[in-house]
């Protein structure tokens, strides 16, 4: 990056989560805050079954999630 900040890079899963690696920070709609430190990821639900929202909890598999998209490029 042009400022020599690391770069967040969000990674889409086919039929699951997306993987966020860090830095980044994470915050609810109460302030409730997640560090994710350089090099460490977490993965976020979108398929809208996790338990563990926003976080993935696997449920994805269960409920037969599907998305295979690819970004436009
Ligand atoms: S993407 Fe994994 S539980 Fe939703």
Redesign the pocket.
């Known amino acids: 990056m042009a400022d020599g900040a690391p770069l967040v890079e969000i990674k889409v899963?086919d039929?699951?989560?997306?993987k966020v690696t860090g830095p980044v920070r994470l915050v609810d709609p109460d302030g409730g805050t997640w560090e994710v430190p350089p090099g460490e990821s977490i993965?976020?639900?979108?398929?809208?079954?996790?338990?563990?929202?926003p976080?993935?909890?696997?449920?994805?598999?269960e409920?037969g999630?599907s998305s295979c998209e690819r970004a436009p490029s």
């Open positions: 899963r039929d699951g989560p997306y993965v976020l639900c979108r398929c809208g079954a996790s338990q563990t929202k976080f993935c909890d696997r449920s994805h598999r409920a999630f």
